[in-house]
Protein backbone atom coordinates (compact mmCIF):
# COMPACT_ATOMS: atom_id res chain seq x y z
CA UNK A 1 0.00 0.00 0.00
CA UNK A 2 1.32 3.61 -0.92
CA UNK A 3 1.88 5.89 1.74
CA UNK A 4 -0.73 9.51 1.04
CA UNK A 5 -1.23 10.68 4.75
CA UNK A 6 1.39 12.51 6.95
CA UNK A 7 1.18 13.89 10.37
CA UNK A 8 3.18 16.69 11.32
CA UNK A 9 3.16 16.69 15.47
CA UNK A 10 3.66 20.87 16.38
CA UNK A 11 1.82 21.19 19.98
CA UNK A 12 5.11 21.05 21.73
CA UNK A 13 5.88 23.71 24.00
CA UNK A 14 9.33 24.79 22.92
CA UNK A 15 10.80 25.54 25.96
CA UNK A 16 13.99 25.15 24.71
CA UNK A 17 13.93 27.92 22.47
CA UNK A 18 12.27 30.68 24.78
CA UNK A 19 11.88 33.21 24.45
CA UNK A 20 11.58 33.18 20.63
CA UNK A 21 9.00 30.67 21.17
CA UNK A 22 6.99 32.07 23.52
CA UNK A 23 4.19 33.94 20.89
CA UNK A 24 5.87 32.50 17.26
CA UNK A 25 5.54 28.23 17.35
CA UNK A 26 9.41 26.85 17.11
CA UNK A 27 8.21 25.18 14.04
CA UNK A 28 7.51 28.89 12.16
CA UNK A 29 11.01 29.99 13.18
CA UNK A 30 12.77 30.96 9.89
CA UNK A 31 15.84 28.88 8.56
CA UNK A 32 16.79 32.44 6.60
CA UNK A 33 13.40 33.31 4.67
CA UNK A 34 11.40 30.12 4.99
CA UNK A 35 9.82 28.60 8.44
CA UNK A 36 11.00 25.49 9.82
CA UNK A 37 7.24 24.01 8.80
CA UNK A 38 7.83 25.03 5.51
CA UNK A 39 10.61 22.63 4.43
CA UNK A 40 8.97 20.01 6.32
CA UNK A 41 5.92 20.54 4.00
CA UNK A 42 7.65 20.32 1.26
CA UNK A 43 9.48 17.67 1.98
CA UNK A 44 6.27 15.19 2.23
CA UNK A 45 4.97 16.74 -1.20
CA UNK A 46 8.22 16.11 -2.76
CA UNK A 47 7.75 12.51 -1.65
CA UNK A 48 4.38 12.01 -2.68
CA UNK A 49 2.26 12.92 0.27
CA UNK A 50 -1.00 14.50 -0.39
CA UNK A 51 -2.55 14.53 2.80
CA UNK A 52 -1.31 16.58 5.74
CA UNK A 53 -2.34 16.56 9.46
CA UNK A 54 -0.80 19.05 11.80
CA UNK A 55 -1.48 18.81 15.37
CA UNK A 56 -1.30 22.09 16.82
CA UNK A 57 -2.57 23.95 20.07
CA UNK A 58 -3.35 27.16 21.59
CA UNK A 59 -1.26 30.04 19.33
CA UNK A 60 -0.41 27.97 16.63
CA UNK A 61 -2.89 29.88 14.11
CA UNK A 62 0.05 31.45 12.35
CA UNK A 63 1.07 28.15 10.76
CA UNK A 64 -2.45 27.82 9.59
CA UNK A 65 -2.36 31.56 8.00
CA UNK A 66 0.91 30.59 6.48
CA UNK A 67 -0.32 27.54 4.35
CA UNK A 68 -3.30 30.19 2.80
CA UNK A 69 -3.78 33.08 0.75
CA UNK A 70 -3.18 36.47 2.22
CA UNK A 71 -5.52 38.57 -0.59
CA UNK A 72 -4.20 42.16 0.52
CA UNK A 73 -0.32 40.78 0.20
CA UNK A 74 -0.78 38.82 -3.30
CA UNK A 75 -3.18 41.88 -4.58
CA UNK A 76 -0.19 44.00 -3.69
CA UNK A 77 2.96 41.60 -5.15
CA UNK A 78 0.99 41.42 -8.42
CA UNK A 79 -0.12 45.12 -8.83
CA UNK A 80 3.45 45.92 -8.26
CA UNK A 81 4.73 43.26 -10.45
CA UNK A 82 6.13 41.10 -8.28
CA UNK A 83 4.65 37.91 -10.03
CA UNK A 84 7.04 35.59 -9.11
CA UNK A 85 6.96 36.31 -5.40
CA UNK A 86 3.30 36.31 -6.04
CA UNK A 87 3.15 33.21 -7.62
CA UNK A 88 5.33 31.49 -5.25
CA UNK A 89 3.12 33.08 -1.87
CA UNK A 90 0.22 31.66 -3.58
CA UNK A 91 1.16 27.96 -4.05
CA UNK A 92 1.57 27.99 -0.40
CA UNK A 93 -1.62 27.57 0.20
CA UNK A 94 -1.73 24.92 -2.68
CA UNK A 95 0.87 22.93 -1.66
CA UNK A 96 -1.38 19.79 -0.44
CA UNK A 97 -4.29 18.87 1.69
CA UNK A 98 -3.56 20.44 5.12
CA UNK A 99 -5.74 20.21 7.82
CA UNK A 100 -5.38 21.18 11.66
CA UNK A 101 -6.18 19.45 14.68
CA UNK A 102 -5.72 20.69 18.15
CA UNK A 103 -3.96 18.37 21.18
CA UNK A 104 -5.88 19.71 23.57
CA UNK A 105 -2.68 18.86 26.78
CA UNK A 106 0.50 19.13 26.17
CA UNK A 107 1.09 14.84 27.13
CA UNK A 108 3.78 14.25 24.43
CA UNK A 109 4.77 13.13 21.09
CA UNK A 110 3.30 9.87 21.51
CA UNK A 111 -0.28 11.71 22.53
CA UNK A 112 -0.08 14.09 20.03
CA UNK A 113 0.12 10.99 17.11
CA UNK A 114 -3.23 10.00 18.83
CA UNK A 115 -4.28 12.71 18.11
CA UNK A 116 -4.16 11.24 13.80
CA UNK A 117 -6.18 9.01 14.47
CA UNK A 118 -9.13 9.35 12.72
CA UNK A 119 -7.45 11.16 9.92
CA UNK A 120 -4.82 8.11 9.47
CA UNK A 121 -8.13 5.60 9.18
CA UNK A 122 -6.70 2.22 8.24
CA UNK A 123 -3.52 3.57 6.29
CA UNK A 124 -0.20 3.58 6.63
CA UNK A 125 1.66 6.99 7.26
CA UNK A 126 3.88 9.09 7.70
CA UNK A 127 5.45 11.11 10.95
CA UNK A 128 7.82 14.23 10.56
CA UNK A 129 8.62 15.74 13.57
CA UNK A 130 7.27 19.48 13.48
CA UNK A 131 10.86 20.75 14.68
CA UNK A 132 13.41 18.38 12.79
CA UNK A 133 14.29 19.77 9.14
CA UNK A 134 15.92 17.67 6.77
CA UNK A 135 18.14 19.25 3.86
CA UNK A 136 18.59 16.28 1.35
CA UNK A 137 18.18 16.23 -2.45
CA UNK A 138 16.48 12.81 -2.21
CA UNK A 139 13.72 14.03 0.33
CA UNK A 140 14.49 11.74 3.58
CA UNK A 141 10.36 10.84 4.59
CA UNK A 142 10.44 9.61 0.62
CA UNK A 143 13.77 7.26 1.62
CA UNK A 144 11.51 6.02 4.26
CA UNK A 145 8.20 5.61 2.18
CA UNK A 146 10.31 3.04 -0.08
CA UNK A 147 11.71 0.93 2.56
CA UNK A 148 8.03 0.69 3.63
CA UNK A 149 6.25 0.07 0.34
CA UNK A 150 10.33 -2.97 -0.12
CA UNK A 151 9.02 -4.50 3.56
CA UNK A 152 5.35 -3.38 5.15
CA UNK A 153 6.95 -2.73 8.13
CA UNK A 154 7.23 0.02 9.96
CA UNK A 155 9.92 2.47 9.38
CA UNK A 156 12.06 4.74 11.42
CA UNK A 157 14.73 6.73 10.31
CA UNK A 158 17.88 6.67 12.11
CA UNK A 159 22.15 8.33 12.59
CA UNK A 160 24.14 7.39 14.64
CA UNK A 161 24.46 9.90 17.73
CA UNK A 162 28.23 10.09 19.66
CA UNK A 163 28.17 8.78 22.69
CA UNK A 164 27.64 11.65 24.94
CA UNK A 165 24.88 12.80 23.69
CA UNK A 166 23.15 9.41 23.07
CA UNK A 167 21.22 10.09 27.04
CA UNK A 168 19.05 12.80 25.18
CA UNK A 169 17.84 10.95 22.59
CA UNK A 170 16.83 7.54 21.90
CA UNK A 171 18.76 4.42 21.23
CA UNK A 172 17.88 1.68 19.07
CA UNK A 173 18.85 -2.12 19.13
CA UNK A 174 19.39 -3.30 15.19
CA UNK A 175 20.79 -5.59 13.02
CA UNK A 176 21.68 -4.79 9.62
CA UNK A 177 19.84 -6.07 6.83
CA UNK A 178 21.97 -4.73 3.80
CA UNK A 179 23.55 -1.48 3.36
CA UNK A 180 21.74 1.38 5.38
CA UNK A 181 18.58 -0.86 6.30
CA UNK A 182 18.32 -2.68 9.47
CA UNK A 183 15.65 -4.46 11.67
CA UNK A 184 15.11 -2.52 14.69
CA UNK A 185 14.36 -4.98 17.54
CA UNK A 186 14.52 -2.58 20.17
CA UNK A 187 14.69 0.76 21.33
CA UNK A 188 14.78 2.83 24.61
CA UNK A 189 14.16 6.15 25.03
CA UNK A 190 16.27 8.92 26.75
CA UNK A 191 18.66 5.71 27.99
CA UNK A 192 21.27 6.15 30.93
CA UNK A 193 24.42 4.57 30.18
CA UNK A 194 23.48 0.80 31.28
CA UNK A 195 20.77 0.84 28.92
CA UNK A 196 22.00 2.08 25.85
CA UNK A 197 21.77 -0.20 23.02
CA UNK A 198 23.47 1.42 20.14
CA UNK A 199 24.99 4.75 18.66
CA UNK A 200 21.82 4.39 16.14
CA UNK A 201 18.77 6.85 17.47
CA UNK A 202 15.45 7.92 16.01
CA UNK A 203 15.93 11.29 14.18
CA UNK A 204 13.00 13.09 12.80
CA UNK A 205 10.93 10.54 10.69
CA UNK A 206 8.88 7.57 11.20
CA UNK A 207 6.10 5.40 8.85
CA UNK A 208 4.19 3.73 11.03
CA UNK A 209 0.95 1.39 10.39
CA UNK A 210 -2.19 2.40 12.37
CA UNK A 211 -1.70 -0.79 14.47
CA UNK A 212 0.60 1.85 16.48
CA UNK A 213 -2.86 3.73 17.70
CA UNK A 214 -3.96 0.69 19.81
CA UNK A 215 -0.42 0.32 21.31
CA UNK A 216 -0.47 4.13 22.00
CA UNK A 217 -3.53 3.76 23.74
CA UNK A 218 -2.56 1.64 26.37
CA UNK A 219 0.76 3.59 26.61
CA UNK A 220 1.28 4.68 30.13
CA UNK A 221 3.17 8.05 30.52
CA UNK A 222 6.63 7.83 30.93
CA UNK A 223 8.85 9.15 33.74
CA UNK A 224 8.29 13.02 33.06
CA UNK A 225 4.53 12.10 32.53
CA UNK A 226 4.73 12.56 28.86
CA UNK A 227 2.98 9.56 26.30
CA UNK A 228 6.54 8.66 24.55
CA UNK A 229 5.78 7.93 20.95
CA UNK A 230 9.09 5.64 21.14
CA UNK A 231 7.50 3.44 24.12
CA UNK A 232 4.76 2.04 21.44
CA UNK A 233 7.20 1.56 18.73
CA UNK A 234 9.24 -0.03 21.45
CA UNK A 235 6.10 -2.96 20.76
CA UNK A 236 5.89 -3.11 17.39
CA UNK A 237 9.91 -3.80 17.29
CA UNK A 238 9.34 -6.30 20.05
CA UNK A 239 7.34 -7.71 17.53
CA UNK A 240 9.45 -7.92 14.51
CA UNK A 241 7.47 -5.64 12.88
CA UNK A 242 10.29 -2.39 12.97
CA UNK A 243 12.68 -1.49 10.62
CA UNK A 244 15.31 1.41 10.20
CA UNK A 245 16.87 3.31 7.21
CA UNK A 246 20.03 5.78 8.09
CA UNK A 247 18.84 8.01 5.70
CA UNK A 248 20.65 10.63 3.57
CA UNK A 249 20.60 13.91 4.33
CA UNK A 250 21.46 16.98 6.88
CA UNK A 251 19.17 16.83 10.07
CA UNK A 252 19.06 20.10 12.16
CA UNK A 253 17.08 20.26 15.40
CA UNK A 254 15.51 23.25 15.47
CA UNK A 255 14.88 22.89 18.95
CA UNK A 256 17.27 23.86 20.51
CA UNK A 257 19.52 27.29 19.71
CA UNK A 258 22.75 25.64 18.41
CA UNK A 259 20.68 23.62 15.62
CA UNK A 260 18.82 26.63 14.90
CA UNK A 261 22.10 28.51 14.40
CA UNK A 262 23.62 25.49 12.39
CA UNK A 263 20.76 25.20 9.96
CA UNK A 264 20.75 29.76 9.22
CA UNK A 265 24.35 28.79 8.82
CA UNK A 266 24.51 26.33 6.37
CA UNK A 267 21.18 27.20 4.65
CA UNK A 268 22.33 30.57 4.14
CA UNK A 269 26.20 29.91 2.90
CA UNK A 270 23.90 28.30 0.26
CA UNK A 271 21.26 29.99 -0.63
CA UNK A 272 20.69 31.78 -4.68
CA UNK A 273 20.23 34.69 -3.77
CA UNK A 274 22.76 35.76 -0.31
CA UNK A 275 24.59 32.32 -0.58
CA UNK A 276 28.10 34.34 -1.86
CA UNK A 277 27.75 37.32 0.16
CA UNK A 278 27.00 35.31 3.75
CA UNK A 279 30.01 33.44 2.69
CA UNK A 280 32.16 36.04 2.06
CA UNK A 281 30.94 37.96 5.36
CA UNK A 282 31.58 34.65 7.30
CA UNK A 283 35.29 34.61 5.76
CA UNK A 284 35.48 38.11 6.74
CA UNK A 285 34.51 37.27 10.28
CA UNK A 286 36.96 34.63 10.65
CA UNK A 287 39.76 37.04 9.72
CA UNK A 288 38.81 39.71 11.99
P1 LIG B 1 9.99 17.86 21.48
O1 LIG B 1 10.02 17.14 22.75
O2 LIG B 1 11.25 18.15 20.77
O3 LIG B 1 9.22 19.26 21.60
O4 LIG B 1 8.97 17.12 20.52
P2 LIG B 1 8.92 20.17 22.85
O5 LIG B 1 8.12 19.45 23.88
O6 LIG B 1 8.31 21.40 22.25
O7 LIG B 1 10.40 20.49 23.37
P3 LIG B 1 10.94 21.24 24.64
O8 LIG B 1 11.64 20.19 25.41
O9 LIG B 1 9.79 21.89 25.37
O10 LIG B 1 11.89 22.28 24.10
C1 LIG B 1 9.18 16.77 19.15
C2 LIG B 1 8.00 17.24 18.30
O11 LIG B 1 6.76 16.80 18.85
C3 LIG B 1 5.89 17.89 19.05
C4 LIG B 1 6.77 19.13 19.12
O12 LIG B 1 6.06 20.28 18.65
C5 LIG B 1 7.93 18.76 18.21
O13 LIG B 1 7.68 19.13 16.87
N1 LIG B 1 5.11 17.66 20.30
C6 LIG B 1 5.74 17.40 21.47
C7 LIG B 1 3.72 17.71 20.24
O14 LIG B 1 3.12 17.94 19.17
N2 LIG B 1 3.01 17.51 21.40
C8 LIG B 1 3.62 17.26 22.59
O15 LIG B 1 2.89 17.08 23.60
C9 LIG B 1 5.02 17.20 22.62
Known amino acids: MKVRKAVIPAAGLGTRVLPASKAVPKEMLPIVDKPAIQYIVEEAVKSGITDILVITNRGKSLIEDHFDHAPELEEKLLSSGK ?24 K ?13 GDEPFAVLYGDDVIISPDPAIGQLMRVYEKYGKNVVGIK ?3 DHLISSYSSLGVNQVCCNIYNVYDMVEKPTPEEVLSNFSI ?3 CVLTPEVFDILEDTPPSRNGE ?19 EYEGTRYDMGNKLGMLQAIVEVGMAHPEIGADFRAYLKQLSID
Not at 83 to 106: D, F, P
Not at 108 to 120: D, E, K, M, N, Q
Open 203 to 205: LGR
Open 227 to 245: IQLTDAMQVLAAHGKMMGI
Open 160 to 162: PVP
Open 83 to 106: TALYEEMASLAHLCNIQYVRQKET
Open 108 to 120: GLGHAVLCARSFV
